[in-house]
């Protein structure tokens, strides 16, 4: 029989940016304190009617993934730290996008996907027990396939392209 995928064997990885010498690297963390991890896959679809058929057809041309995200705020954990910072300091463009790595941890091979997106800013502050932020991850660049290791128990990964 078939066995169920629980969902925390598909984790997310969040790049934290380091600056050195002008030179920007990134670490990427387990996105841990996070109720809300969602992807949307928005299909962008072109659809038409000839005139010589009684129906419209559809054809799915490209997708603009996006990850509808929300986390109770954690002290002391670095992805937290980060894109709180874009909520306070309204960052915008290049200085609002980051990397994000989400692993398979059911595949024996820890199959990953990274790709930079734009982090959108929404809302703060609600909940009585802890403060909350929400918001949404905006794809910015294209889908890379790979795999993960990680050397810490998962709470950090390592990611390497596959080549295809």
Not at 33 to 49: A, C, L, M, V, W
Not at 56 to 78: C, H, K, L
Request: with cysteine; proline share 2%; aromatic share 12%.
């Amino acid at each position: 029989m078939a066995e169920i995928i629980k969902r925390c064997k598909k984790l997310a990885f969040y790049g934290v940016p380091v600056s050195s010498d002008g030179v920007t690297t990134y670490t990427f963390y387990r996105m841990k304190g996070f109720d809300e991890i969602s992807t949307s896959k928005n299909p962008k679809e072109y659809s038409r009617q000839y005139v010589d058929e009684e129906f419209e057809q559809t054809d799915v041309v490209g997708y603009t993934p996006s990850i509808t995200f929300g986390f109770d705020r954690f002290s002391d954990d670095a992805v937290h730290m980060d894109i709180i910072s874009i909520f306070d300091d309204e960052k915008v463009g290049a200085e609002a996008v980051r990397p994000i790595i989400m692993v398979d941890l059911a595949d024996d091979k820890f199959t990953a996907i990274k790709r930079d997106f734009a982090v959108v800013a929404e809302s703060e502050g609600r909940g009585l027990e802890t403060y909350k932020y929400n918001g949404t991850f905006r794809v910015k660049g294209e889908k890379i396939n790979g795999t993960a290791t990680s050397d810490d128990g998962w709470q950090t990964c390592n990611f390497t392209e596959v080549q295809e």
